[in-house]
Each structure stands twice: as C-alpha cells, then as structure tokens.
C-alpha cells in the first residue's frame, strides 16, 4: 500500500496527466489518437444537449457508489435523489427541463401555473392540471399534496429531509403532523377549497417559496398508501415510473407506469422502458465497467476516481464532461469540539491548511476545480472574493507562522488533537483528509482520520450528539445550494434555527444570533441584488469567526456513456445530468 507522501505524488501526476489531456482536447470533437469511445464529443453536454433524440425504449443502465439517502420524497436531501426523483414523483412546479443555467427556471408541473401571488407576497395559489393520476389509475388531488407537504411535520417519524417549508408555514411549530392531528383539519396555512386548488397563507413574505415547492418535499403522498416510515421501501408513483424493485444499497429497478398520462405532464420525456440501477462501493471497478458500456451514467454524479478519469480522458474522450458544478467542498470546524470553541484555534486550521495541495490531491484545478475563498460558490448571490487569510494571495500555500500565532491565542501553543471524518465513497475524500492530516501536523495539529460510509453521515455527522460521543472535531463534505439563492445555498449549514438531532447540516453547530438575523433581513429582501449584499455580510461573519473552511469549488470528470441521448448538464440539480430527459440508443 503506498504511503500518504507517495500517495500525494500519485494524485499529483494523475491530475498533471487529466490537466494536460482536457487542455488538449478541450477545443474539438472525434476519438483522437487512440480513442475508441464513439460519444458525442468531449463536454458535449455542457450548456448544450448531447445526441437530442425523441426515441422510446431500451434500459437506462446506471451505478451509483451509494444508494437514495431516501426513495421517501419528504426525507431524501442527496441532490442526486432529487435529481433522480423526478422518474416518480412530481411538484406543483419544477425546474425546466433545459442545459446549464436555464434549467433554474421554475416551471409549472402539477399545475397549470406558477403561482398566483397576492399583492402582499403571503398568499400563494394553484389550479391543478386536469388528468392528474396516481399509479392504480386513481386521481391526484390538491388534498394529496397537502397531506405529502404535511408528512414533513411528523419529524419523529419522517427525518432527514430539509425543513424550509416547515419553518415558513409554521415558524412556532405548533402543527404536529398527520400522524398526531386528531381533528384531521391539517395544517391552517394550506387550504384545498376543491380538489383542483391549492391556497398556502405564510405567516410573513419569503422572495424564494415557490423554490421550496419544487423539491421533493413538495410531492403529493397518498394518505392510504402512506406506510410512514417504511415509506423509502415502496414510494407510490405520481410520474411516468413507478418501483418494481428496491433493494436497499443494492438495486433499483424502475418500469413504466401505465397509468400516466403525458397529456397532463409537459416536462417528462419518459423515454426508457425501464431505469435500472445498481448500487456498488467499488469505485475504480464502477469506473471500468462504465468504460466497457455496462452502465450508461454514474447516478450519484460526483464525478470518477483519478485512474477512470485519466483513462477516460485518455482512451474515450467523447464520452466525458468536465462538469461545472455549484458544489463546495469544505471543513466544519466543530465548535462544541475542545480546542474548536475558541476561535483562535480556528483560524489556526486556516493558516495551516494548504489548499492548493488539496486541489492537486482531488485532480488539480482543470479537473477539480478553483482553490475557494468565499463559503458561497461564484453561482450564488452571496460569493465575494473576501480573502481574510489571504488564501489566493498565497496561491492556496500555508503560513505557518501565523497558525502558529493563533495556536498561541488559544492557549495550545504545542497544538491539539482532533478527530476528522471523511467519506470513503466519495472520490478523493479521503485522500484530501490524509492530506489535510499531514499538513496540520507541521504546526503540532494531530488529526486523527475517521473513513465513513456517505451513506450513513446522516445519523453520524448529522448528529450533534453521536459527533460529541466520537469525539470528532472536524468534518470534510461537500454542499450544493437546495436552490440558487443565499437561502437555498447557506442556511442549513449556518442557521441555528436548522440544527437538527439527527439529518443535521450546520456540521459546525454554529449557533450566532447575528448570523441567524442576516438570514432573516436577506430573506425578507425581495431584490435579488440587496438581498445578495446581505448575504456577503454574512459570509464575512462566518469566515472572520473561522466557523466553517471551504477549500474547493467542484468541477467533476464525468462518464456519459455512448448510449445515452438528450444528455445535458442542469444547474438547476448542479450540474448533473438531468434524469427525467435522458433516453437511450438502442
């Protein structure tokens, strides 16, 4: 096994060799000399569609190194189970169903259109379309997307999804979900006079609902196929697939439900017959077997390990996107952690991390993307280049010396011992952890690496308290925004009022009156523009307090496989593929 400095000098040479190779092929077409991939093109479908195409059938044929956090809508937060979730459930409006950044754009689904929005920003009114069905063939009604919406209040049943609907409808929390509602009213704030309208009263205006709505959180639920918590194991289907199989962290098999009427549904193209899933921790062996045509696209979307990527770009070119995304990978720093409660120690984490090795470990700046300095990425109203540890200034280089001094600050002048996880599923992660571990211990900053499982970061570094019982001071992740305002993006990392006990996000618990203020003035602002000036406030605050350490914003070396049609990149699911609008040749 190769030891962390030679396996540095690895991920080093791999990523000079993918630099190199994107840079030459970046500017044409064709195979090149000895490609055999016959793909669409190197970044075909980047901003653009690749092989746009109209023909049904065949097997959409994809791997994932980790399974749907949730197939239950009102649980999932993975941005590739939202993305993915579009085969069987469907939202009063969704995202366009066009490339980059186009596919932001909010666009009725269930209804016949965006919402009627009264004069005082409160008031928010649908009509649904007509020949809305489930999949036994029964009509879908404005009261099962109450009833879905409403699951999301049952937080001792339904856990791990995100809260925004929850805390804007109902800011004090006194619903208690349908599980415990006796009167069987629901919740006042959304009203169902017919079964085609659906009214949603807010207690005070916030410019980004209509966003909230479009998540899975905002799927219609059968009440009488509502199986609670066993929900994941069997979702009923609204959209053109439906569930024959779902073998948790092993298989999903999806078919076509018969009962679906593309009249009704203006954004799915339901091209495949089936979408066939297979779930596989083998990271290099799913790159190989993507390489040899056995799967079409990698579900989980974060691009390939660095020997795929350089075979890839090498011998099968045409087959591959350099996929721009909106994702941050970061270090929370957690603050109920010793020494991490004093903000000294914080900022010697800072000074001591060299971030452009850490770019080189994840494939370098062509593949993985720019050394960060703002927590916001460059996409979202909020990013400023505020650089207050002069990070780009050095070229992402450490300065020892004023870790050193802040270690001093804090009263640790010989440093400290933590604990820091990364995900073993996740390309690179823990290289970059091992490599963060040996940079810190230059300033006596010991870290001790703990691999997880991504699949189960939910109820670990998710959760405050078994976070406290490991002991785990530091936690390496990445974020995307849930929707492309300073909202959507930072307040379930940063917003007190987000902590959560378990599918907790704001992996620093940071609790800060001010930062929770700034996130209410922001969201309150109906101009775009205003509202972003306060959201730089608010990542100046969290960056001089050292709260949370971004070190890279992603780009992605990514398989599209030969096969695949109407391949493009969304912004609206960060720069992966849009599912629902891939078909394959057959």
Request: hydrophobic share 30%; proline share 5%; aromatic share 10%.
């Amino acid at each position: 096994m190769p030891t962390v400095s030679s396996k540095r000098r690895l991920a080093a040479g791999a990523a000079l060799v993918v630099a190199a190779l994107v840079t030459t092929t970046a500017c044409g077409g064709g195979d090149g000399d000895g490609g055999d991939s016959k793909g669409a093109g190197y970044n075909a479908a980047f901003n653009k569609v690749a092989n746009p195409s109209k023909e049904k059938g065949g097997t959409l044929r994809m791997v994932g190194k980790q399974d749907l956090d949730s197939a239950d809508p009102q649980r999932a937060y993975y941005g590739m189970s939202w993305d993915f979730m579009r085969f069987y459930t469907r939202q009063l409006v969704t995202y366009d169903t066009k490339p980059g950044k186009a596919g932001t754009k909010l666009v009725p689904d269930l209804a016949t259109s965006t919402a009627k929005i009264s004069d005082d920003g409160k008031t928010y009114t649908y009509k649904l379309r007509d020949g809305l069905t489930w999949e036994d063939g029964s009509k879908l009604t404005a009261q099962d997307i109450k009833y879905g919406i409403e699951r999301v209040w049952a937080t001792d049943t339904i856990t791990g999804g995100p809260g925004y609907i929850k805390q804007t409808l109902d800011p004090k929390g006194k619903y208690k979900g349908p599980y415990k509602d006796t009167s069987k009213k629901g919740l006042d704030a959304i009203q169902t006079p017919d079964d085609q309208t659906i009214i949603f009263k807010l207690p005070k205006r916030n410019g980004d609902f209509e966003q909230f709505l479009a998540m899975p959180t905002g799927s219609p639920v059968k009440e009488s196929k509502d199986t609670k918590a066993k929900y994941t194991q069997r979702p009923f289907s609204s959209g053109p697939y439906k569930f024959q199989q779902y073998k948790a962290g092993k298989k999903i098999v999806l078919v076509r439900n018969e009962n679906w009427k593309k009249s009704s549904d203006p954004i799915r193209a339901a091209l495949p017959d089936k979408v066939d899933v297979t779930i596989s921790a083998n990271l290099e062996e799913n790159d190989k077997k993507l390489m040899a045509g056995d799967y079409d696209l990698d579900m989980n979307g974060t691009g390939m390990t660095q020997s795929g990527r350089v075979t890839a770009v090498q011998k099968h070119r045409d087959s591959v996107d350099n996929m721009h995304t909106s994702f941050v990978r970061y270090v929370a720093l957690v603050h109920t952690a010793k020494p991490f409660d004093n903000v000294h120690c914080r900022k010697a984490v800072f000074y001591a991390t060299d971030f452009a090795s850490l770019q080189q470990t994840r494939g370098g700046k062509v593949a993985a993307g720019d050394i960060a300095n703002s927590t916001f990425p460059k996409a979202i109203p909020g990013y400023s280049d505020y650089d207050p540890y002069g990070v780009l200034a050095r070229k992402g280089k450490p300065d020892a010396a004023k870790a050193k001094e802040e270690l001093k600050k804090c009263d640790k002048p010989n440093g400290f011992s933590t604990k820091l996880t990364a995900r073993n599923n996740n390309p690179g992660e823990v290289d970059a952890a091992e490599a963060l571990q040996e940079q810190l211990g230059k300033v006596g900053i010991k870290v001790q690496v703990d691999s997880l499982d991504g699949a189960d970061t939910s109820s670990i570094t998710g959760s405050p308290s078994v976070v406290k019982k490991r002991g785990y001071g530091m936690t390496m992740s990445g974020w995307g925004p849930d929707f492309p305002s300073g909202q959507g993006y930072a307040q379930p990392l940063f917003d007190s009022r987000f902590l959560n006990p378990t599918g907790n996000y704001n992996e620093s618990q940071i609790k800060d009156k001010k930062v929770d203020a700034l996130f209410d003035k922001a969201i309150a602002e109906t101009d775009p523009a205003k509202a972003g000036e306060i959201y730089k406030e608010l990542d100046k605050r969290i960056l001089d307090n050292a709260d949370w350490m971004p070190f890279l914003y992603e780009k992605n070396i990514t398989w599209r496989g030969p096969r695949l049609t109407n391949a493009y990149m969304s912004d609206g699911y960060n720069g992966r593929y849009d599912y629902v609008s891939l078909g394959v040749k057959k």
